[in-house]
């Protein structure tokens, strides 16, 4: 069923199930903030690109207000629900507002266990965590559950948060997360070489001083 929510451009994607921090400073965020709150009504976040707003959106619940200050602004939690498709925007009002309605994943691969995928997924993920954590001394990340746990953990671009946000199977999103893993593997794994040949002095030793 479509409706009209308020809609929070930002240069993000929020994801169903994440919890992301914001402060809100905008007089006209903190107005539509205030709407939320009495009305006890969902916001719409879609990532913001720098000539375009894409139509598919996280429904964003307000989980808590961590603190209210005295000028008005806000820090509060929100938590990702489900997915929608924006088929209007509105800006008649201080903050946008958009035509929305929710959309889940099509039924078609529900009682794939995705076994070997999700096993393939695994296996990259925990070999790129073992170099991150060795260069950059990182405490262990928790274990992935599902797809949109990898994102933020992966080195995605804004642009592949958004396809990932617009996949409508889990087995299409584990496969691009799986696609991009080992397309940098590589290139991280000839970094990290070549940084260990420069540390020994390796094929770097007969360079002439200067």
Request: proline share 5%.
């Amino acid at each position: 069923m479509k409706k009209w929510i308020p809609i929070f451009p930002l240069k993000l994607v929020l994801f169903p199930g994440e919890t992301i921090p914001l402060h809100i400073f905008e007089n006209r965020y903190r107005e539509m903030i205030s709407y939320c709150r009495s009305n006890n009504e969902y916001f719409g976040i879609v990532a913001k690109f720098s000539s375009r707003l894409p139509r598919i959106a996280c429904l964003a619940e307000i989980a808590e207000i961590t603190q209210e200050y005295s000028d008005g602004k806000l820090d509060i939690l929100c938590k990702g629900k489900n997915r929608c498709y924006i088929y209007q925007f509105d800006e008649s009002k201080s903050y946008l507002l958009g035509e929305v309605e929710e959309f889940d994943d099509f039924v078609d691969d529900l009682n794939d266990p995705l076994v070997d995928l999700k096993k393939e997924v695994t296996q990259l993920y925990e070999e790129l965590m073992n170099i991150a954590q060795s260069q950059l001394n990182i405490p262990e990340p928790q274990k992935p559950l599902v797809a949109y746990d990898y994102a933020h953990q992966v080195g995605l671009s804004l642009e592949q948060k958004q396809q990932l946000l617009e996949k409508r199977s889990e087995r299409e999103r584990l496969e691009l997360i799986r696609n991009h893993m080992q397309e940098v593997m590589p290139r991280i794994k000839a970094y990290e070489d070549m940084k260990e040949k420069v540390k020994s002095n390796g094929h770097f030793r007969n360079f002439p001083d200067t």
